[in-house]
């Protein structure tokens, strides 16, 4: 049985205060779930909220990084970085950073491997935008960004990866997915991954659900045979939202 994983999506939104007072305020509140409960949040707030989340359940990720170790590269930040301080995971693609910053599946493909090197946990984003999903290209989408985002990774490293789909069309949009719609693209994913390393990795990988998950759609999301839990964006910048989604199940 594939454990859930919920992760939060901070986007650029918190202050390190801000950060550490939430932490405070939800670790009580799920300290006996089973689910791995991820936040992750902005650069700035990584250290302050490593210091908080000291002793709870809950893993600190950053929401990018940099390929490249070290060097002239103004304003980024690299995987040895993020590992030096006690960085857990990583968000990589995520349709944000794809749609304004440019970010290809060759780039994806590289900081995925830059996150691995670290021995960072990256959460791979995937999915297509609203014309794709109306012109029947939903799953030739996802399944060519899983496998661009993939490729050269080996059997060892593979589970080591988390992925995220990712409708565009349903990131802050309220317009969730539905639970079928939600089940099937994951599925293609997981065919996908089965073709390239095997019933086996694809049986183990987790692969989340993001997109307007809310209190009041997870537990129906998440008890899907292939959801294995959530990436959070806008609600998980409430405590008890956030909360309710990760005791939801
Ligand atoms: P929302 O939950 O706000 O739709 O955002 C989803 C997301 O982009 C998480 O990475």
């Not at 550490?20 to 689910?35: L, M, R, S, V, Y």
């Not at 989340?53 to 070290?70: M, S």
């Not at 060519?144 to 988390?162: P, R, S, Y």
């Not at 008890?223 to 964006?233: M, P, Q, Y």
Request: proline share 2%; hydrophobic share 40%.
């Amino acid at each position: 049985m594939r454990k859930k994983v919920i992760a939060g999506n901070w986007k650029m939104n918190k202050l390190p205060n801000e950060a550490i007072n939430f932490i405070e305020e939800i670790a009580p509140k799920i300290k006996n779930t089973e689910n791995e409960v991820i936040l992750c949040v902005p650069y700035i707030d990584l250290f302050y909220s490593l210091m908080a989340a000291q002793g709870t359940n809950i893993k600190i990720g950053a929401q990018n990084i940099h390929f490249e170790e070290k060097g002239a590269y103004t304003g980024e930040i690299s995987g040895s970085m993020l590992k030096s301080i006690g960085v857990q995971y990583v968000i990589v693609g995520h349709s944000e950073r794809r749609q304004y910053f440019a970010e290809t599946d060759e780039i994806v493909n590289k900081k995925i491997k830059a996150a691995l090197k670290y021995e960072l946990n990256p959460i791979v984003c995937v999915g297509e935008t609203k014309q794709q999903r109306e012109q029947g290209l939903a799953s030739k989408v996802i399944e060519e960004q899983t496998k661009k985002a993939l490729e050269g990774l080996d059997e060892e490293d593979i589970l080591k990866v988390i992925i995220a789909y990712e409708p565009i069309w349903a990131i802050g949009t309220g317009e969730t997915a539905t639970v079928e719609d939600a089940n099937e693209s994951i599925k293609v994913i997981r065919n996908q991954i089965e073709q390239i390393y095997g019933k086996g990795v694809a049986e183990k990988i987790i692969i989340q659900y993001g997109g307007s998950v809310k209190s009041t759609n997870a537990k129906e999301l998440f008890n899907a045979s292939d959801i294995d839990g959530g990436l959070v964006g806008g609600a998980s910048l409430i405590p008890e939202e956030f909360a309710n989604i990760i005791n939801a199940v």
